[in-house]
Each structure stands twice: as C-alpha cells, then as structure tokens.
C-alpha cells in the first residue's frame, strides 16, 4: 500500500528516529499536543494540533501525548502514544476517535495507551532513565506534570530507582530538523500554495469599486475550503486605501474606492502546512502612475532578493538585495531626500528607509507561518546569518508603504504595496510555490473585475 497516509507514517516514524538519535541512551522524551480552547459559553474554537507534535506523529486528535525513549543497549528505541480511548457515546456528540489500538496500527507506533494511564506509565518509563526532553518551561502545565512524575520516580528512591538526573529543551532539535523539509512536505506546501494562488485571483476577479473588504475575504475562504485546505493559516489582510500601509491590519470592513489598491495578504493551512501569499492590485483594474512606480519598484525589490537566494548564500542576503533595490527607487522619487543621506549605501546606514518599509523581506515557513529555526548559526562568532541549504522553504515580501508626511510627494500618499511569494530552496535556487498568483501588472490589470467565479 502506497497511499499518501502510508508515506506521512514513515516519514513521520523515521523523524522520531532521528530525533530519538540525538538523545542520550534510555533517555526521554514526552511531547504534548495542543489543548482544545474555549471560544466563549460552550464553544470551542475549531482544534488545531501542536505543530510539533503532529511533526512526529500525523496524528490530529487532542489529548495526546508523544513519548520517546532513546535506545539503550541491546533495547531499540521506542515510540509511545497517549491518546483517548474509543468512546461511543462521546463519538455521537464529537465524532470518531481512533483509540489506543487502532492509533498504534494506524500511525505506527510501538505502544499505546489510553491518556488516563499516563501518570502511572510516565513513572514507570522515567525510573532510571538518565535525561528527560520536553519544552522547557514552555507550558505551565506540561511544567506541572513533569514535577508529579518527577516527584513519583523520586518516592521510589529506597529501592534503588533513580529519577532523571537532567532535564534538555526538546524545541531546539525539533527546530533544526524542521527548518528542512522533505519530499513529501514539499509537496504539501506547493498544494497549499496553488490553492492560495487560486484564492487571490479569485478576489481578484471580484474586486471592483464599492466592494467591502470583507466580500474579498469571503472569496478567499472559499476558494480555500472548497479545495480541501481545513483553514486559513492566520487572519487574512485585506486592506484597501490606506489600511495597506497598517502591516497587520485585519478589521477588513472598509468599502473600498475607485482608484485605491487593494494589498491581500492570505494564505491556507492544507494538511498542517502554511501557505503565505500577498497581492497588491489597483480595486478599478487600472493602476494609475504613481500606483504603478511603487507597484514596479518592489517587484523589482522581489527579482533582486530571488536572485539572491541558492545554497550557501546567508540567509539575510535576500533582504539585503531587494533593501537596496527599494532605497535606491526611495532616493530616486523623492521619498528619501537624497540631499540628507547621500548614496544608497548612507541611507541604509542611517535607516532612512524605515519610514517606507519597516519589515524584513521574509521569514521561514512550514506547518507555521513564522515557521521555527534560527536565522543566525549562534555556533560562530559573531552569529553571521546562517547559510541556505536545499529543503527551506521561506517567503520573498518586500513592500513599501507611504502615509502622509511633510516632504512626502502628495502622489504616492496612502499607497501600501507588498508583494510575497513562497519558495524552497533547491541547488538550482529557489523554488517558486506561489507562482500561479498573478504578479505582473499585465496579468493583474487582464484580471481584476473579470469574475473569477466557479
């Protein structure tokens, strides 16, 4: 059986392999899932899985539990699932649950339990076991439970049982092995990203004037969910006028003008993999000069950062490209008073382009958005940029935004363009996941107001 589900089990048993690797023999690990949250009254919001948790396990249901212990000896390693037991009548209000049995056959791990015996199975599992991995301080809870089992190993000390003699942060080694995605991730990640793309052309295709931000949402959600995306991967963006030169604005109920961009920032979740995909296009289909100076300037910015990226090069070299590109186009029109700051290499220095854009040109991404590992190798001195390798995958956005300044040409006020796109990084550069969004201003003026619809 080759099936999609049969290959996630084993990239997700040969992940807890490796992780298991880099432990100390006999030692554990224990990784909680999320807990469910309660929206308000009786309701929860929707469940969403740990991020890390479902990186070893693929398995989406809430209190779970994930322990390792490391091979010692003649005694391999071992992977072990605390999760709910079969319940028929929760099943009729909550839907199925697989239960211990059916999740050790199903996601292949070596045991299984039912969640209420986790107490008793954690002690017997940490006697004499010489380190314990979990996310240190990171849950209060998870901190609480540890002391409990902690303090039940200790109890057993008169009979020669010794309790784990140090504890290690799980995260950090999660983190690297995250930050470099397989085959398979790859694969889920550019789904996720032509189902995005198909999303924002088809906001595209409904926006004209007098349409409210949040009718550009709806086109959004649906173009994701009716793909098979289970959500969106944070809060959509969908700003018109001047709410695009607020970065993170989300309120998206404004009614938007003739004339005015529209900067849509969204992106799925699709089997537990972000996309993150921003557009900006003119609401009348027509970009006017000034809209369309800024528009080209950061997708000149965004060609010279993709330039930038290939194995070996730092990470932080594509910001520095496309940084450059946007300063010297700041300098150029008239944002930037030239006569003040001198070339484009002084007005970086003196950060005069922060008013204009304030944010970096990209960050890693995976089963999050702002997905995990390091951008610096704190191993060197200095802590330089870490070096790109084959299997990240990061996003391209550079932007700029105007808001109205004295010294500021009154053309480009209220004028906020982002423009970012997904990639991995392969031996041949990178890898554009993202594609299918229109990007050129000749595709996105063929297509706003034409009606994507279907």
Known sequence: MDTTAARDTRACAARRARLAAQMPPGAVAVLPTAPPAIRNGDSE????????F?????????????????????????????CREKHPE????????????????????????????????????????????????????????????MDAVRALARGGTTAPASFHDLLPLLDEMRLLKDDGEQATMARAGRISAQAH?????????????YALEAELLYEFRRNGAQFPAYTPIVASGPNA??????????????????????????????????????????????????????LAAQRAAFAAIAPGR??????????RVLVQGMLDLGLVDRSKVGNVDDAIAARAHLPFYMHGT?????????????????????????????????TVEPGIYVRPADGVPEAFWNIGIRIEDDV????????????DAPREVAEIEALVGKGMHG
């Open 54 to 82: 479902y990186y070893l396990t693929g398995f989406t249901e809430p209190e779970s539990v994930l322990v390792l212990v490391a091979a010692h000896g003649e005694r391999p390693a071992r992977s072990i699932l605390f």
């Open 362 to 394: 990209g960050h890693w991404l995976g089963m999050d958005v702002h997905d995990v590992g390091a951008y610096r190798d704190v191993t060197q001195p200095g802590k330089p940029s870490r070096l790109l390798q084959p299997g990240m995958a990061l």
């Open 245 to 298: 030169c607020v970065l993170h604005y989300n309120a998206n109920d404004r009614q938007v003008r003739d004339g005015e961009l529209v900067l849509i920032d969204a992106g799925c979740e699709l089997d537990g993999y972000a996309a993150d995909i921003t557009r900006t296009f003119p609401v009348n289909g027509r970009f006017d000069a000034a809209q369309r100076t800024l528009y080209e300037l950061v």
């Open 90 to 149: 929760r099943e009729i209000w909550d839907g199925f649950r697989y239960g211990p049995q059916a999740a050790r056959a199903a996601f292949g791990v070596d045991e299984a339990f039912a969640i209420d015996a986790i107490d008793t199975e954690l002690t017997r599992i940490l006697a004499d076991a010489p380190a314990l991995y979990y996310a240190l301080a990171a849950n209060a809870a998870l901190d609480a439970r540890v002391k409990g089992w």
């Open 424 to 435: 991995i990084v392969t031996e041949d550069g990178p890898r554009i996941l993202t594609g």
């Open 201 to 213: 052309a088809r906001a595209m295709g409904a926006a004209r004037p007098g349409v409210f931000e």
């Open 45 to 52: 919001y929707p469940y969403r899985h740990d991020s890390y």
């Open 314 to 323: 730092p990470y932080a070299g594509f910001h520095e490209a496309a940084l």
